[in-house]
C-alpha cells in the first residue's frame, strides 16, 4: 500500500547518504525500458507483496497529516500526538471497486516487471509489521550483489570466420553471466517480431543485403541499454566489423573494457568452415575432420551451408583482413589471441586476460 511504501522510502533516506529511492515508478515495463534507456538503472530493486484483501483494507483506513504529508492508518500506525490526530484527514475516496480494479492492473503489470528487473528484484512480504518490513529492506539493499565477474564487463571479440567467436563468447557468458550478443542474431530477432524496425530490416536479411550501420547501430544500442547488459555486463561478436562501425559505437558510448582479436591462418578457416555441416533432424552439428558423423544414416542427410562454401569464405576473409589492421589501431590494448588450439585452450587463455590487470572501469 501507498502509505508502507512512503514510510520504508522515508527511513531508508534517513539510513542512505548516497544514491537515490524510487517510488510510484516504473509501474509497467515500458516505463522501465525506458528508464533504462535514459540511464536510470538501480542496483536493487524491492517488490513489496501482500493479499488483495489486505491492501484493500488498509487502503481504506488511511489518514493523511496536512501540516507533514505524513500518512497513518486507524490500525496500524497512529499517531501519539492528540493534535495530530484531530487534523488527520482521509485520503480522497477511492471506492473498493476501484481500488480492485487498480490491484487487477497491477496484477497485468507485475508480471513484466519481475522479469525486466529479475537479476536484481526481492519480493518482500508486506503483511507483517512495518518495523520488520523496513529491516528486510534494508538488509537487502545493504547486501551486495555476488557475481564471479571482476567488474561489468564489456567485452568486444573480433576474429575471422571459424574462429570460434561464437563458442567462446557461450563459454563467457556461461561462467560470469554476463549477455552474449551476436550481432547476427540479434537482427534475426527484431526482424521476426512485428516492429517497425523488424519491417524495416526484414527485406535487406531475406535477400543477403547488408542491413544499413544506422539501423544495425539502433538496434543494438537499445539492446546495450537494456538492465541485464548495464548490470551483468556483455560480450558482443559479429560487429563492429569496419572501423566506422567501430567509431559509431564509441560515439554512442559503449566502449568496451577488453578486446580480444582471435588469430588463425586462412587455411585454418578454411578447413574449419568448409567441412562443416548440421543434422536437420537433430539440428546437431558436424565437422569432417574433428567431428565426423556417427553413423552412415547421419552423414546421408547431413547438410551443408551454402554460406560456408569456399568461394564465400575467401570473399569474407578479404574483407575481414582489409579492416583489421585499422581496428587494431582503434584498440591499442586488444589482447590476441592464437585460436589455433583447442577451444578450452582458448578460453583458458581468453580468461586469463579477461579476469587479470583488473582496472576501475566497471
Not at 273 to 302: C, F, M, N, W
Amino acid at each position: 500500500s501507498v502509505f508502507r511504501k512512503l514510510h520504508v522510502v522515508y527511513c531508508l533516506c534517513l539510513f542512505c547518504v548516497q544514491g537515490w529511492v524510487l517510488e510510484g515508478i516504473p509501474q509497467t515495463r515500458e516505463e522501465a525500458l525506458s528508464l533504462q534507456e535514459a540511464g536510470v538503472a538501480p542496483n536493487h530493486v524491492v517488490l513489496l507483496e501482500a493479499p488483495d484483501a489486505v491492501l484493500i483494507e488498509r487502503s481504506q483506513g488511511k489518514r493523511i497529516d496536512p501540516v507533514t504529508g505524513d500518512v497513518y492508518h486507524v490500525t496500524f500506525i497512529w499517531p501519539e500526538d492528540k493534535e495530530v490526530v484531530q487534523r488527520l484527514e482521509r485520503q480522497k475516496a477511492v471506492s473498493e471497486e476501484q481500488l480492485v480494479a487498480q490491484l487487477m492492473q497491477h496484477h497485468r503489470e507485475v508480471h513484466a516487471l519481475r522479469k525486466t528487473y529479475r537479476n536484481c528484484l526481492k519480493g518482500i512480504d508486506a503483511d507483517q509489521p512495518h518495523v520488520d518490513v523496513f529491516d528486510q529492506v534494508l538488509t537487502y539493499i545493504l547486501s551486495r550483489h555476488c557475481s564471479v565477474a571482476p567488474h561489468t564487463p564489456r567485452v568486444l571479440l573480433f576474429g575471422p570466420p571459424g574462429s570460434g567467436k561464437s563458442l567462446q563468447a557461450k563459454l563467457i557468458s556461461q561462467k560470469y553471466n554476463i549477455v552474449n550478443l551476436c550481432c547476427g542474431e540479434l537482427l534475426e530477432a527484431v526482424s521476426a517480431d512485428a516492429t517497425n524496425m523488424g519491417e524495416l530490416i526484414k527485406p535487406y536479411l531475406e535477400s543477403g543485403q547488408q542491413v544499413p550501420d544506422s539501423m544495425v547501430l539502433q538496434i543494438l544500442t537499445e539492446r546495450l541499454s537494456r538492465l541485464d547488459c548495464t548490470t551483468r555486463g556483455w560480450v558482443l561478436h559479429g560487429f563492429p566489423r569496419d572501423l566506422e562501425q567501430a567509431e559509431k559505437l564509441q560515439e554512442s558510448n559503449f566502449i568496451p573494457s577488453r578486446v580480444f582479436f582471435l588469430e588463425m591462418t586462412d587455411d585454418v578457416a578454411i578447413e574449419r568452415v568448409t567441412l562443416r555441416s548440421i543434422d536437420p533432424v537433430t539440428g546437431e552439428r558436424y565437422h569432417s575432420l574433428y567431428k565426423p558423423a556417427p553413423s552412415p544414416e547421419v552423414q546421408t542427410r547431413l547438410q551443408f551451408n551454402p554460406k560456408d562454401s569456399e568461394a564465400q569464405l575467401l570473399q569474407q576473409l578479404k574483407e575481414y583482413w582489409a579492416n583489421d589492421s585499422s581496428l587494431q589501431d582503434l584498440y591499442p590494448e586488444a589482447v590476441h589471441i592464437n585460436a589455433d588450439q583447442d577451444p578450452h585452450t582458448v578460453f583458458e587463455s581468453l580468461e586469463s586476460r579477461l579476469v587479470g590487470r583488473l582496472q576501475n572501469d566497471s
